[in-house]
Nanobody, 117 residues
Framework: QVQLVESGGGLVQPGGSLRLSCAAS????????MGWYRQAPGKQRELVATIETSGSTNYADSVKGRFTISRNAKTTMYLLMNSLKPEDTAVYYC????????????WGQGTQVTVSS
């Protein structure tokens, strides 16, 4: 089993910055994908960014140039969010995916990010 714990959410004004963290523990393989997803009220959960253990990254078009995903070894991941907009308001979820015979996905409990003046 894998446990994921997010932290760093909160209330920020438009144009401000926040950094989210995700700490992973448990049976984590040496090769995996970690990512951030978000879900706004009344909307489906959507991809924000992912990062492989190799360091390869992928971003949603809506956050490119504003958000930066990074990770420390294989167990801690960060999301630096700059130039935040009201439309970035959502619950942000940490995700870890790894494969051994089958693909398993794990989720954190989520952390609220609110961008408002």
């Amino acid at each position: 089993q894998v446990q994921l714990v997010e932290s760093g959410g909160g209330l920020v004004q438009p144009g401000g910055s926040l950094r989210l963290s995700c700490a992973a523990s448990g049976s984590i393989f040496s090769i995996n994908t970690m990512g951030w997803y978000r879900q706004a009220p009344g909307k489906q959960r959507e991809l924000v960014a992912t990062i492989e253990t190799s360091g390869s990254t992928n971003y949603a078009d809506s956050v490119k140039g504003r958000f930066t995903i990074s990770r420390n070894a294989k167990t801690t991941m960060y999301l630096l969010m700059n130039s935040l907009k009201p439309e970035d308001t959502a619950v942000y979820y940490c995700n870890l995916g790894q494969t051994y015979l089958i693909r398993r996905e794990y989720w954190g409990q989520g952390t609220q990010v609110t961008v408002s003046s």
